[in-house]
């Protein structure tokens, strides 16, 4: 038994870790991985989300963790490992900016437990991971903060512009109108607004009520609780 303790805790010639400290370092990554993905499935946004990436996050904290234990303080084994991923060819594209900044993440914390740095991974894993919240939560860099996109086709010959606009002005407590494209013979207007509606009023109001308006037709509202381009 005392040679087997002997053996768990003491550091190997060739890796210069003993069993012991591999296996808290992948314990450590493990948990930084799975907390990174944690944080990442609570705060995404859009429809690009993956199981497998989420799943990668974890995967590639606890790799590369080993990683640095293989490497060490090895020179020649670093100059093989980067000779050895130039042959590998990555073709997965990364769809948001923002899966990049969390791949980053991992990496991070990856290299910081496999070199035995717990408490730069502890508290670089809880800041770096409460700031992903907090941007979340605050909706931080968000140009739009309305609750809808109204799209509708306006007949400038049958309809009455002051009678759409009345309609929306009574309904909504903010409402922007973003986008105007006319018809190639001038006769009707696509309409594009950014409004938030006042209590008591809901989507569907708005697209029954603008439907029965003179001159309207094609009426469609999306949520705009996420960024939207145009």
């Not at 900044?101 to 740095?117: K, M, P, R, V, Y």
Request: include cysteine; charge should be negative.
């Amino acid at each position: 038994m005392s040679q087997l303790t002997e053996w768990f805790t003491t550091a190997s010639e060739d890796l210069g870790y003993s069993p012991m400290s591999v296996l808290v370092n992948m314990v450590l990554a493990l948990l930084a991985g799975l907390l990174i993905a944690v944080i990442y499935r609570r705060t995404h946004k859009g429809l690009s989300y993956s199981q497998s990436f989420v799943v990668t996050l974890v995967l590639m904290c606890i790799t590369v963790s080993a990683v640095m234990m293989v490497i060490g303080s090895n020179l020649a084994r670093a100059f093989a490992l980067v000779g050895a991923l130039t042959i590998v060819r990555f073709r997965t594209v990364v769809k948001d900016t923002r899966d990049t900044a969390f791949i980053f993440f991992a990496l991070t914390e990856g290299i910081a437990s496999g070199t035995g740095n717990y408490v730069l991974t502890f508290f670089s894993t809880l800041f770096i991971g409460t700031v992903a919240l907090l941007l979340f939560r605050t909706n931080f860099g968000s140009m739009h903060r309305s609750e809808f996109m109204l799209r509708f086709r306006f007949n400038r010959e049958t309809g009455d512009e002051q009678e759409y606009i009345s309609f929306i002005n009574e309904r909504a407590s903010k409402s922007t109108i973003i986008h105007i494209e006319p018809s190639s013979d001038g006769v009707f207007l696509t309409l594009t607004y950014d409004l938030s509606l006042k209590p008591g009023f809901s989507s569907s109001d708005i697209v029954t009520g603008l439907n029965a308006v003179q001159g309207i037709d094609n009426v469609n509202m999306v949520t705009a609780s996420n960024d939207i381009d145009f």
